[in-house]
């Protein structure tokens, strides 16, 4: 058991913890960790999503992440954690966790990869809305001026014009509301719960919906829509080839630990603490953008993320010791 954890139990249920400053950069860590890893994860659901349905690439994905998981569960503490008394939350937080990331997939079909990520990155912003009345967090006027900073950053990158109205961009904009809702629920689960016994249950809830799903749309009967956003989710199964279903496979081992990375984040450390540097995945899209497909911001781009990064660290610099 961890120091934050034996802290957290000693102090009771109707008692806050002091948030130390080792504990802030442990969360700020992990986030940005789990930001780096699931970026790599966007770059795949791309490249596949004009070939093969998001069920499937789901479904294959949290098959293969069971056996990283059940590791980190057996190093994290064994597997005691999973007689959970708070079986309904867990479920109710994969379920938004599941809705959130299947909702962003839909949008990165559809979308620039740097649009779709700048939009999902609306997330910090409803989670500090949310954290003031679901956990009793304070969040002060400095800290939402840096926020709406970073939003503004963020509409800069985005440059809003008439591709903004492309119906994938809602896809994107929902995505980030109920993950947003997912990650509040782990700041509270965390107070009882394991990051690792979240996480597994995350992806057991992500495993049983995709499939279903899957199996719903059977052989591709209802992918008869033209936008790229319902054929990527209506589209019928296919038999992969050995180098597509091993990079398949591959995502199921960046949801393991990417999961256990942010789970991590927002157990650890207050939610208006480390949710700013949800941002660093824009940074990472850009790359990705230039480096995959040769994408070459522009300068108003550029000055946008700047934005965003220098809203993140006042937000840091900010935060109050207190969760």
Not at 52 to 65: E, F, G, K, N, S
Not at 174 to 193: I, K, N, P
Request: glycine share 10%; charged share 10%.
């Amino acid at each position: 058991m961890s120091t934050i954890e034996r802290a957290a139990r000693a102090a009771g249920p109707t008692r806050s913890v002091p948030w130390r400053t080792d504990a802030r950069l442990s969360g700020i860590l992990f986030l940005c960790a789990g930001a780096f890893v699931f970026s790599l994860q966007d770059i795949v659901i791309k490249w596949i999503s004009g070939t093969y349905p998001i069920t499937q690439v789901l479904t294959i994905r949290c098959i293969v992440a069971i056996g990283p998981l059940l590791l980190i569960l057996a190093w994290d503490g064994g597997f005691g954690g999973l007689r959970t008394r708070r079986l309904g939350l867990q479920i109710l937080r994969g379920g938004c966790l599941f809705l959130s990331y299947t909702a962003y997939y839909l949008a990165i079909a559809a979308l620039p990869l740097a649009e779709a990520v700048a939009l999902f990155y609306s997330a910090p912003l409803f989670i500090l809305a949310l954290s003031v009345p679901l956990l009793g967090e304070r969040v002060g006027p400095r800290q939402w001026l840096a926020v709406l900073v970073g939003f503004l950053g963020m509409l800069v990158v985005c440059r809003p014009g008439i591709g903004m109205f492309e119906p994938a961009a809602l896809f994107s904009m929902a995505s980030a509301f109920v993950y947003a809702v997912g990650q509040v629920l782990a700041r509270d689960l965390g107070r009882t719960e394991r990051a690792s016994v979240m996480t597994f249950y995350h992806n057991l809830v992500n495993l049983t919906a995709a499939s279903a799903i899957g199996l719903l749309a059977g052989s591709g009967t209802y992918a008869r829509f033209a936008h790229p956003s319902l054929q990527f989710l209506l589209r019928g199964w296919v038999a992969p080839g050995l180098r597509d279903l091993l990079i398949m496979a591959a995502t199921g081992l960046i949801a393991a630990f990417g999961s256990w990375c942010l789970t991590n984040a927002y157990r650890v450390t207050a939610a208006n603490v480390v949710a700013p540097f949800e941002y660093s995945a824009i940074l990472w899209a850009t790359s990705w953008g230039f480096l995959v497909w040769g994408e070459r911001p522009a300068a108003v781009v550029l000055l946008g993320i700047a934005m965003i990064v220098a809203a993140g660290l006042y937000v840091l610099r900010a935060a109050p010791a207190r969760a």
